[in-house]
């Protein structure tokens, strides 16, 4: 049987592993023998009674020698327990817990996926072109990136329900649109109808936006109360689904919305996967054969959860045992949020005001690149043999003669993201395979400080940054020698000035010092640093500008997510105007331009022309309405989707547009979107619109000087409109 690996899951009725093969035009399934061992340490006594206990259940044990642990490269006596044939390692846990409470147990290889242990024990991944016979064999061949792939069908899913508003599990079933048709009639037409069209279509895909939360979940419902026997997936049987839950990371609270995978078919919730968005069903097959993780469930995954599912593969290809660890999660989405908050990374303060003619440089994956090259990893940190790195600032010795097992799994990524931009076939698809890639390394350094990964290290995740401001500091004094002005820096990236001339040069000697690749990414016609409000200070990661000749803004309101499109739109009308400015006092000729536009935004919010679906504030809420004390735009609008049965979680977003912002009533304050609002606070929306345009307008001194007063007197426009107005 030859084919690519489509999806692989374990069958707990038939003791056996499913695979489903995607042959040249079917899909085929087998059913697998596979008998996950798992292990046990303890004492010599401990052994015995532990052994005693699995042997009358059937189960055969073993005494073996093996490396338990990653700090050590010692191996002990062990037992090792396999069971008679596939068996849910969720039954296994409650004896797991029996005795671990002990103290004198440790149970190892007990919490790894089954899938992705199957995958690894017979060394083939997901989508790659294998033969089945009395064993696994991979037909692939050539390079590691131009691998085969097969074709598979694709189909859309969407299902209307008879309700205006939103889309409730009670309402009646209208219509299902399904790879672009549409199904109508009565709900059992539609049903029965439906499955004919799977089974002719036979999709090894099904995208849906939201289906998680609701198009799969009301399908199987709506079949169940009409008695129609709906395969949504290749088989009959569906995996136990997983409700919807919330979680607290970081001080955050994050939503994990339900999973309804199906069986032999894919289902991709598009909405509700990252990797998606970011890298289409080429970046998800790339992710998946990398990580071994079925690309069904890696979908709804974070990059940094796969970082955590390749450090397993790395250990256990090395000969460790992986011991069973309690609340391990790997429902990591806030390293990036964390990346960009770490101040760990920034040195320089930011040269406030407008320059022009500015260089950017930038580390190309600096903090992947830093593990790699200086060998950082829980189990090389703190070493004792006398050949080893010192981290700066923080006098951590790094052992140089034993490799990592983080840099092991980082080094083959960064190598791969190179291969792909190195090619000249410009691709679509290997762009999104990079992209993913490009995600995975941002998210690994963050791992390494998440107290629930399994391999977590912090005292790995300060030296990462240790070194990062001290390659930063190098780059920048070796540009200063060269007689570059130093705009800014942080992070990976430096701002110069400066002769370009001498750019080749200045990247070159960056290289020989810090063992890392500074790139030119271009320059600004001008860019601006504006004064943090609270301590005068340059803003860290705010700045906006023209780079390559596209408008670029970090941290601004054009570029946070709860901004409403609106304001958004303004800031970058705004900066349009300015975009061919060639120095500071150019701003002044466009003064009277640009009080033009934002009169015309006011008279715009003032005479309500503008749609409020465009003033929407799109919110995640961090508590229940209780929860809050006083009436905010917050607990207005939770306590209204309350009120029309749509009670949202903490974690869950919110939309609504201010209506009343002075008013403490619930139903008045704000107006969620789902109540429909037609009108909405002028005044409110005006002193926003003030916020918004100051925000890029305050740094240009000459404007103040010239317009200020003016421009203040506008404000004065803003008076409250009538309340008859309003409603
Ligand atoms: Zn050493």
Redesign the pocket.
Known sequence: MKGWILDLYPDFDKGKMTVWLRGKKRCYRLKEDYKPTFYVRSDERGLKKIKNYYDKRDFSTNFVKRKTDIYSDREEKILSVTPQDLFDPRDQLDAVRFFEGFERYRFYNVDIPLDQRFLIENEIKPFSLVKKDNGWRSLEVGSDIHYSKPQLRKASLNVEVKSTKFRKKDDDLKAVTFNGQEIVGDETSILKELNDMLEKKDPDIILTSGGNSFDIPYLVRKAGLNGVELKLGREKTFHPPRKGSWYESYGKVIYKPPFYPLKGRIHIDTKNSFLYREGKIDGLIEASRISKVPIQRLSRRSPGSLINAMEVERALKDGYLIPWKKNISEDFKDSIHLLRADRGGHIFEPKVGFHTDVIKLDFASMYPSIINEYNLSPETLG???N??YEVPELGYLV????RGMIPKVVAPLIERRQKYKGLKDKNEFFEKRSKVLKWLLVTCFGYTGYKKARFNSIEVHESITAYGREILVEAAEIAQKMDFEVIHGIVDSLWLKGDREKIPDLLEKVKQKTKLELEYEGIYDWVVFPKNNSDGVGALNHYYGVFEGDIELKGLYAKRSDTPEYFKEVQREILKELRDISKEEDVEQRFEDLMKIIEGKRRELMNREVDPKKLSFTKTSSKRAEDYQHMTEMKSALTQYENIGYARSPGQTVAYVVTDSESSSAEEKVKVMENDPQLYDTSYYVDYLYRVVEEVLAPFENLKMRGGSRYNKTKKFSSKPSKTLKY
């Open positions: 070493c004792s043999c050949d080893h052992c140089k003669r034993r």
